[in-house]
């Protein structure tokens, strides 16, 4: 890797919506496709990159259970719904000549692989992508947590959590004019502002073993390369 690169190995986490784009349901093939040109720029750059997709565009297990679905069954449609996802990242990726292995944390013999730590670290070190989906496989968790626990396993150097917003605001950005953006937070400035940066548990996991986050927004063009190249983009979290 290039040591003039800010980071050698990302996470990077992609909310299910972010690949909606503008449709109400589903995935955008043009988004869709925005994104994994973004993906091979790094991949160009040498970077490695692991990859976290939610599924908050398809299903939401805490939305089923409110419409009276059991809530542990929704979270297993929701976490097929990320693999849904991942599974056209791969192909997206794939038309756009970048090599991705796509694992499962809940095994779908045939489909593709299922969640390997070992397997994961070597494909990284070739240069591949690595999608990890289906969540941590278990209900009543996130792709939030997902990414954090992952991005530790693999020892990213960073998450990078894709928003529809340039990063953390004091206020909301939509509702509220004043709302500051900030530029780096503390993880106790996040929690003692009670900030919305991802879930608690997704959130404390990453600050126990000082994995920072970068929170940025996905939507403007070349901003992985951008911040991969040590821009100031969106907003770091770390001690
Ligand atoms: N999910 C789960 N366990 C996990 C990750 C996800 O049960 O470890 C389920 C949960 O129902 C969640 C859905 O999958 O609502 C989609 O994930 P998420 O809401 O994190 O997607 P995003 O908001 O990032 O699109």
Same mark, same amino acid.
């Given at each position: 890797?290039?040591?003039?690169?800010?980071?050698?190995? +990302?996470? @990077?986490?992609?909310? =299910?919506?972010?690949?909606?784009?503008?449709? $109400?349901? #589903?995935?955008?093939?043009?988004?869709? &496709?925005?994104?994994?040109?973004?993906?091979?720029?790094?991949?160009?750059?040498?970077?490695?990159?692991?990859?976290?997709?939610?599924?908050?565009?398809?299903?939401?297990?805490?939305?089923?259970?409110?419409?009276?679905?059991?809530?542990?069954?929704?979270?297993?449609?929701?976490?097929?719904?990320?693999?849904?996802?991942?599974?056209?990242?791969?192909?997206?990726?794939?038309?756009?000549?970048?090599?991705?292995?796509?694992?499962?944390?809940?095994?779908?013999?045939?489909?593709?692989?299922?969640?390997?730590?070992?397997?994961? +670290?070597? @494909?990284?070190?070739? =240069?591949?992508?690595?999608?990890?989906?289906? $969540?941590? #496989?278990?209900?009543?968790?996130?792709? &939030?947590?997902?990414?954090?626990?992952?991005?530790?396993?693999?020892?990213?150097?960073?998450?990078?959590?894709?928003?529809?917003?340039?990063?953390?605001?004091?206020?909301?950005?939509?509702?509220?004019?004043?709302?500051?953006?900030?530029?780096?937070?503390?993880?106790?400035?996040?929690?003692?502002?009670?900030?919305?940066?991802?879930?608690?548990?997704?959130?404390?996991?990453?600050?126990?073993?000082?994995?920072?986050?970068?929170?940025?927004?996905?939507?403007?063009?070349?901003?992985?390369?951008?911040?991969?190249?040590?821009?100031?983009?969106?907003?770091?979290?770390?001690?």
């Amino acid at each position: 890797t290039n040591p003039k690169f800010n980071y050698r190995r +990302i996470l @990077l986490k992609l909310s =299910g919506e972010a690949l909606m784009g503008d449709e $109400g349901f #589903g995935i955008d093939p043009h988004v869709l &496709d925005r994104m994994a040109l973004e993906v091979k720029d790094l991949i160009e750059m040498g970077i490695q990159v692991g990859l976290v997709i939610g599924g908050g565009n398809l299903f939401r297990g805490e939305k089923l259970a409110k419409a009276g679905m059991n809530r542990v069954v929704g979270d297993h449609m929701g976490m097929l719904a990320t693999l849904m996802n991942g599974l056209a990242m791969r192909d997206a990726l794939a038309r756009n000549h970048v090599t991705t292995r796509l694992m499962s944390a809940i095994p779908l013999n045939g489909v593709c692989d299922t969640y390997n730590w070992a397997e994961a +670290i070597s @494909l990284l070190r070739q =240069g591949r992508v690595v999608i990890f989906s289906a $969540g941590t #496989g278990n209900p009543f968790f996130t792709t &939030d947590s997902a990414a954090c626990l992952r991005g530790i396993e693999i020892e990213a150097d960073v998450v990078l959590k894709g928003t529809k917003v340039d990063g953390v605001y004091s206020a909301d950005p939509v509702t509220n004019p004043d709302a500051e953006l900030f530029h780096t937070l503390d993880y106790s400035d996040v929690l003692d502002k009670e900030l919305r940066v991802m879930d608690l548990a997704a959130f404390t996991l990453a600050r126990d073993h000082s994995l920072p986050i970068r929170v940025f927004n996905m939507n403007k063009p070349g901003v992985l390369k951008q911040i991969v190249m040590g821009e100031p983009e969106g907003t770091l979290i770390c001690h």
